[in-house]
């Protein structure tokens, strides 16, 4: 496996808007009229150049073979995870994970990445992988709480300059020992 197999499209980081809330959240899939909400939380959570645009948002959601989830409480929309899976290996990906700023803290990233990675493992899934920002700290607490392990830096990943860690959960240890094996590609995707 080499960093081109895990690497996908970005994932991204900062702060999002919103009152606390205590209404207890579930999780649903996506539906159609949710992609507005969607985008302004992106938007709120992301800065210029670093978040998704509408159309990209629509795009991944819409990709064959992606899945979204939506946290919701009390019928607002706290935070949603876009994944997708590598078109040829049994890699699993997330697009994108982002929680309300006023719902953070409280488990919600917590149980998308649940969803997540129970679909991966479902689907069979060697891995599941994720691109975070060198300077994203709390993603980086987060998916290091998680069981997750910085596997390449990607350097000035970002618009905005900044690197990124290819950061791996992996999902069956035989293929974690193949994976270190494999040789490593340094190509990148083309900038935003
Ligand atoms: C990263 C993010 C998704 C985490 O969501 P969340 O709902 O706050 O996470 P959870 O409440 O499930 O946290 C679970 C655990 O992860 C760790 N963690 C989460 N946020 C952390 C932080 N800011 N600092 C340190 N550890 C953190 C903690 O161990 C936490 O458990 P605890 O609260 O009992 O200590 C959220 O902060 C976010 O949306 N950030 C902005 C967008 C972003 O950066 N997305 C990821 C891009 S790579």
């Known amino acids: ?23 207890p959240m579930h999780l649903r899939s996506f539906r159609p009229a949710d992609l507005q909400t969607l985008y302004e939380i992106d938007q709120a959570c992301f800065p210029p150049g670093i978040s998704y ?26 935070g949603f995870l876009t ?7 049994l890699l699993g990906h997330v697009i994108t994970v982002d929680v309300v700023e006023g719902w953070r803290r409280r ?3 917590s149980a998308l990445m649940d969803a997540a990675e129970e679909w991966a493992r479902q689907e069979g899934f060697a891995a599941i992988s ?9 993603a980086q607490a987060f998916y290091e709480a ?8 990607l350097e000035r990943y970002y618009a905005n300059g ?31």
């Not at 994944?83 to 290996?89: E, F």
């Not at 690197?163 to 990148?188: C, D, F, M, N, Y």
Request: with cysteine; glycine share 8%.
């Open 1 to 23: 496996m080499t960093s081109d197999d895990l690497q996908g499209s970005r994932v991204r980081r900062v702060t999002c808007h919103s009152s606390l809330a205590t209404a």
């Open 53 to 78: 645009s509408r159309d990209e948002i629509a795009r991944f959601i819409a990709k064959q073979g992606s899945r979204t989830w939506v946290a919701e409480a009390d019928d607002e929309i706290v």
């Open 83 to 89: 994944a997708d899976r590598h078109p040829t290996m």
């Open 107 to 109: 488990g919600v990233g």
């Open 130 to 138: 994720l691109e975070t920002g060198e300077n994203n700290l709390a």
């Open 146 to 153: 998680r069981g997750y392990s910085r596997y390449e830096k």
């Open 162 to 192: 900044e690197g990124a860690w290819i950061t791996v959960k992996w999902l069956k240890e035989g293929h974690r020992a193949q994976a270190r094996a494999a040789p490593r590609s340094r190509k990148r995707k083309d900038k935003r």
